[in-house]
T-cell receptor, first 111, second 113 residues
Framework: DAKTTQPPSMDCAEGRAANLPCNHS???????VYWYRQIHSQGPQYIIH???NNETNEMASLIITEDRKSSTLILPHATLRDTAVYYC????????????FGQGTELSVKP | NAGVTQTPKFQVLKTGQSMTLQCAQD?????MYWYRQDPGMGLRLIYY???????DKGEVPNGYNVSRLNKREFSLRLESAAPSQTSVYFC????????????FGPGTRLLVL
């Protein structure tokens, strides 16, 4: 299973872009990179996912390096409600497509 | 469309008691999953069901049993609860296709005394 490495914590000023890095150097060619977040021990919330190309949706942008060994989640204009633990996950597509969660990055958005 | 629902939201058990956590999804998903989350840690997979009629062990299956009752429902049973099973339990579901999104329920908080 491909593993991911994330910084344990980050701070971001409200209104600024939050850039959350993730390393996944052992990712396989057909494995997707997923980002989820968890606010106050609620159920994890899906943010975005991608395979090779950069992706953007209403919540965030995902930048994947050309060699696919790392990625960055970008929250373009962070708000206080974006304070959460962010998980970068490489999706395992055998054995039921389970998600393997690491420790994640605790993002604190400050006024 | 309620998504993934879980009952109960909170439960207190005594050591040795049994209980069943219920999960249902209304998104016509093929696969369903049970995770647990201990304080300060990421989620760990207990059991999953890739499709109706099948179940498989995940990372931490000991002390649990599951039943995929039908396509919508997937239950998790603790036969003899232990304090080490104090945790938050999350159910999830997806279509079990490459590139699909997994959706999570709100969680069940279980305290075993």
């Amino acid at each position: 299973d491909a593993k991911t490495t994330q910084p344990p914590s980050m701070d971001c000023a409200e209104g600024r872009a939050a850039n959350l890095p993730c390393n996944h150097s052992t990712i396989s060619g057909n494995e997707y990179v997923y980002w989820y977040r968890q606010i106050h021990s609620q159920g994890p919330q899906y943010i975005i996912h991608g395979l090779k190309n950069n992706e953007t949706n209403e919540m965030a942008s995902l930048i994947i390096t050309e060699d696919r060994k790392s990625s960055t989640l970008i929250l373009p204009h962070a708000t206080l409600r974006d304070t959460a633990v962010y998980y970068c996950i490489v999706r395992v597509n055998n054995q039921g497509g389970k998600l393997i969660f690491g420790q994640g990055t605790e993002l604190s958005v400050k006024p | 469309n309620a998504g993934v629902t879980q009952t109960p939201k909170f439960q207190v058990l005594k050591t040795g008691q049994s209980m069943t956590l219920q999960c249902a999804q209304d998104m016509n998903h093929n696969s369903m999953y049970w995770y647990r989350q201990d304080p300060g840690m990421g989620l760990r997979l207990i059991y999953y069901s890739a499709s109706e009629g099948t179940t498989d062990k995940g990372e931490v299956p000991n002390g649990y049993n599951v039943s995929r009752l039908n396509k919508r429902e997937f239950s998790l049973r603790l036969e003899s609860a232990a304090p080490s099973q104090t945790s938050v339990y999350f159910c999830a579901s997806d279509l079990h296709r490459v590139g699909e999104t997994q959706y999570f329920g709100p969680g069940t908080r279980l305290l075993v005394l």
